[in-house]
């Protein structure tokens, strides 16, 4: 009987595979969209909001779906190190590298595509809310770019929280340290100093609110993103292959 040839798709299918098969994972991804769409939804109907149109709403509900987005990029990769999870999976796959990427591609996959339903049903449920309020959809300037943007962000900052997940490897430290940054950690820099803006979240951020800074764009906001994402997936990896399971 032929060995059969284990490649990156089929790496790549298992994890994702594993992540349907997680409640919690699922319910994050499901509770995303339904808070994304809540918060759009009081954002539109908000008398404070009149002038602004329904993608205004959208992008302002994005600090608040990404604390669900948080929990989704953590949850993964914090399963994988509970219990002897971990080892079953390096014994499936003893190239630990390859089962790191192909673990964080599944991640990114997933989170991305709960950004997009989450921003889809932000827009939709925006646009409803207007449309029965008699208010203008359209409203501001803002355009679809921004939207695009704000799906980005969602899913470069879920991607960071993976790899912050895959440091630390458990659930609460990486969790607390995520919602530490973008809620505690972020808006005290800010206050304090305008070197904040190379923070992750902030330079993130600038992909959904171009022109916000003086110093960086929405690609080199993205840039800096990523750059604090590859270090500690970096870091991770280093842990992985250097340290016993």
Known sequence: MPEMTVTWHHLVLAELSK????????????GTVLLGAAIAVALAASELEASAGANEAVLASVPFAQLGIILLGVLPAAHEYAGAQFRTSLTAVPNRGAFLAAKSIAALLFTTATAVLTGAAGLLAA?????AMGNSVSGGDVGPWALYGAVLYLSLIGL????????????????????????????????????????????????YIPDADPVLSAGSGALVLLGWTLVTGIAATVRLITRDA
């Open 160 to 207: 960071l929280a993976h790899a912050v997940a895959l440091l630390v490897r458990h659930l609460v430290p990486a969790l607390v340290t995520m919602l530490a940054l973008v809620l505690i950690a972020s808006p005290l820099v800010a206050a304090a100093t305008e070197h904040a803006r190379w923070l992750p979240d902030r330079a993130g951020s600038l992909l």
């Open 127 to 131: 646009t409803v809310t207007r449309a």
């Open 19 to 30: 992540l349907r098969t997680l409640p919690l994972v699922v319910l994050a991804a499901v």
